[in-house]
């Protein structure tokens, strides 16, 4: 699999809000984006830390993946985004060498990117995103 590079970091938190303070007034980071991605029920907020982000997830929806992760697990580190040149590609590539996918196929992901993902199953436990 040719990854370029981490995209960003997944954190699930309830509210935005209430965790942008940390973000800019503590790490001094600068939120450039929110928006809704309503086909999985999330908003997002993106912070950019060199050429890696770190996207807030905050659920719409009680039936929302990141509200049952928060109810689960609580809120934290969500998962993992590797910046690939076809997502398409490196999704044949991991289910030939016995991955468990998610996707099957890329769909739609916040700022336009093509998205799929792993199941943390067969990736040793962590939640891993392939995008483009």
Same mark, same amino acid.
């Given at each position: 699999?040719?990854?370029?590079h981490? %995209? @960003?970091?997944?954190?699930?938190? $309830?509210?935005?809000e =209430?965790?942008?303070?940390?973000?800019?007034?503590?790490?001094?980071? $600068?939120?450039?984006?929110?928006?809704?991605v309503?086909? *999985? +029920?999330?908003r997002t =907020?993106?912070?950019k830390?060199?050429q890696?982000?770190?996207?807030?997830?905050?659920?719409?929806g009680?039936?929302?993946? /990141? =509200?049952? &992760? /928060?109810? +689960? $697990?609580? %809120?934290?580190? @969500? @998962?993992?985004?590797?910046?690939?040149?076809?997502?398409?590609d490196?999704?044949? %590539?991991?289910?030939?060498?016995?991955? *468990?996918?998610?996707? +099957?196929?890329p769909?739609g992901?916040? %700022?336009?990117?093509? /998205?799929? &993902?792993? @199941?943390? +199953?067969s990736?040793?436990?962590?939640?891993?995103e392939?995008c483009?």
């Amino acid at each position: 699999m040719n990854i370029t590079h981490i %995209e @960003h970091l997944g954190i699930a938190v $309830k509210s935005i809000e =209430a965790c942008l303070p940390y973000y800019e007034n503590v790490l001094g980071l $600068k939120c450039y984006n929110i928006e809704v991605v309503e086909d *999985q +029920k999330v908003r997002t =907020a993106f912070f950019k830390v060199g050429q890696t982000k770190i996207e807030l997830l905050e659920p719409t929806g009680e039936d929302s993946t /990141i =509200a049952r &992760f /928060i109810e +689960k $697990k609580g %809120e934290g580190i @969500h @998962h993992i985004a590797f910046a690939v040149p076809s997502v398409p590609d490196a999704l044949n %590539e991991a289910e030939s060498k016995g991955i *468990q996918l998610i996707d +099957k196929a890329p769909r739609g992901g916040a %700022e336009g990117l093509s /998205i799929a &993902f792993l @199941h943390p +199953k067969s990736t040793c436990g962590v939640l891993t995103e392939l995008c483009m």
